[in-house]
């Protein structure tokens, strides 16, 4: 694939995790893909489920990113994904800061890690796809809260064509010089949450009810919580299933 340099493993600890560890050995664009994940990443220090054989697990590496681009990057990724989705005749749902639902479902979620180095960032960016799973192949207690491409096209994929189709989706994005406004406002047509409906926001110190305003250019959302509006920096919507 032009511009990436894919780099193939049958097994690691999580591919952000490599790519933190080796990330002065590779350069800009270099693609590492596990085929099975020991101890997937998600956020807050939880485990992302990686089934061998089953998933997509793969992360990106860039490096001397200026300040106002680590924004830019992860939504360009999860545009990407949202767009792969809508190709397969999908509906996929963006839910801030990082997850992809379908039918209700997550299917992918996406972890960012800025590592700083004087005024430059590097960034990896990893991405987890369910792929052929069956709905038993998942643990008891996502079997409800998790999907699949097999589960909702009842079919198998090649997960090395949709590594490739994604990266391109990814390239074209890039090349299409975007801004992070547009970004935006691409991102929030496929919003799992429409401006005025109530969600549950949960950070590390808190958990509150909030009515979704909309989305800001620098990452965070604006709700509104007694009758006053605020950004939230930090956390995760739940959704309120009415």
């Not at 933190?20 to 800009?28: A, C, G, L, T, V």
């Not at 693609?31 to 089934?51: P, T």
């Not at 990057?73 to 994904?81: C, D, E, H, K, Y």
């Not at 994005?173 to 929030?188: A, C, F, I, R, Y």
Request: proline share 2%; charged share 35%.
């Amino acid at each position: 694939m032009h511009g990436f340099n894919i780099i193939n493993l049958d097994k690691c600890s999580s591919t952000n995790t490599l790519l933190k560890e080796k990330k002065d050995s590779y350069p800009s664009y270099t693609v590492l893909r596990c085929k099975k994940q020991i101890k997937g990443k998600g956020r807050w220090g939880r485990e992302w489920f990686s089934l061998t054989e089953k998933g997509l697990y793969f992360s990106i590496l860039i490096h001397d990113i200026e300040h106002e681009e680590i924004r830019l990057f992860p939504l360009i990724i999860t545009l990407a994904l949202l767009r792969f989705f809508e190709e397969l005749k999908l509906l996929p749902q963006y839910q801030w800061p990082n997850d992809i639902y379908i039918k209700g479902k997550k299917i992918s979620g996406i972890l960012s890690e800025g590592i700083n180095k004087g005024e430059k960032t590097s960034l990896i960016i990893g991405v987890g796809i369910n792929i052929n799973h069956n709905r038993d192949d998942f643990p008891e207690e996502l079997r409800d809260k998790a999907t699949s491409l097999k589960i909702l096209k009842k079919r198998i994929f090649q997960t090395t064509a949709i590594l490739k189709r994604i990266l391109k989706l990814i390239e074209i994005n890039m090349d299409g010089k975007e801004t992070v406004s547009k970004l935006v406002l691409e991102t929030e047509k496929f919003s799992r949450f429409k401006k005025g409906e109530k969600i549950i926001i949960k950070t590390r110190r808190e958990k509150f009810n909030a009515v979704f305003i909309g989305y800001n250019n620098d990452g965070s959302i604006i709700i509104r919580r007694e009758d006053k509006e605020e950004n939230i920096y930090e956390g995760e919507v739940i959704k309120i299933e009415l």
